[in-house]
């Protein structure tokens, strides 16, 4: 009698299992490895190990802050098909995406740094070249004309030009 009770009370729960597709519970991250796009979470109710919990399928991944709280999904109630829906505190997100807007895209895309700063070295190779042909006429007609003087002005007001700074040009925070 007591074997059929335990069969009855095994196919019930394999029925109730079949009944919920996805569970959730909540948990604290524990390690993650993001070169696998994994985590290692304990769940905060009962103290379980999570291992092997994916942190996305393909488009989206999140690396979840160590020590967070997060919410998993398991498949089937199976501890081995879990993954991240969500969590507190994130560290990076990788998006594989041939196009991301953000905020509307009222502010264009994104630039590309190193073509940029190609082109402000051309535009600060240009300035010095007309600053340099500029200064050599300037310098002979003023010699002809006022004996000097307006080349020593221009040459006083072109020696306070700068040139672009561009090492501060990238924001290492978002990369594409």
Same mark, same amino acid.
């Given at each position: 009698?007591?074997? *059929? ?169 978002? *990369?594409?």
């Amino acid at each position: 009698m007591g074997d *059929k009770i335990r069969q009855l009370t095994d196919s019930l729960k394999e029925m109730a299992k079949r009944q919920v597709k996805v569970t959730t519970a909540w948990v604290t991250v524990k390690a993650v490895d993001w070169d696998e796009k994994t985590m290692t979470a304990t769940g905060l109710m009962d103290d379980l190990d999570y291992n092997d919990v994916l942190l996305g399928i393909g488009s989206v991944y999140t690396k979840p802050k160590q020590g967070t709280k997060a919410l998993i999904g398991l498949i089937e109630n199976q501890d081995a098909a879990t993954f991240l829906i969500e969590c507190e505190e994130v560290e990076e997100m990788l998006i594989n995406s041939l196009q991301i807007t953000f905020n509307d895209g009222n502010n264009k895309g994104l630039v590309k740094v190193d073509p940029l700063k190609t082109e402000l070295q051309k535009l600060n190779t240009n300035n010095t070249i007309l600053k340099n042909a500029a200064a050599a006429a300037i310098t002979t007609l003023s010699g002809l004309l006022d004996g000097g003087a307006t080349a020593t002005t221009f040459n006083t007001a072109v020696a306070g030009m700068q040139t672009q700074n561009l090492t501060q040009l990238e924001n290492d925070k978002v *990369k594409h």
